[in-house]
Structure formats: C-alpha cells, structure tokens
C-alpha cells in the first residue's frame, strides 16, 4: 500500500496494491470522490462532476 494526502482536507489516504489509474477514491475524513491520476508518484485530484442528462 502507498499512502498519500487528500488534496481537499489533508487526511491521509491509503492506495490498496489494486488501485488503477481512473478509480474514484472516497476520503473516509471528508467524503470527497478523488480520482487517482497518477500511480508513481502515488497521486489523485478531486473527481470531476458529472453533469445531469436531462434528455435533451
């Protein structure tokens, strides 16, 4: 496991040895979705939001 810091509240965040490129973390301290960007330097940035379908 690699450890880093949530960029939203500093928590400390623990990638498991199956994290992936594009995976959506949750931050157990502040509930923010992070997507991990990088892992080599082990690193992530807050998730973009998606935007709502309204069918048009």
């Known amino acids: 496991m690699n450890n ?8 400390e965040l623990q990638f498991q040895n199956d994290t992936v490129v ?12 992070l997507e991990v960007i990088s892992l080599d330097p ?4 807050e998730a973009p939001m998606e ?6």
């Open 4 to 11: 880093i810091t949530c960029p939203i509240c500093d928590a």
């Open 22 to 33: 594009g995976e959506i973390i949750i931050c157990d301290d502040c509930g923010s979705e």
């Open 42 to 45: 082990p690193s992530v940035e």
């Open 51 to 56: 935007e709502e379908d309204w069918g048009q």
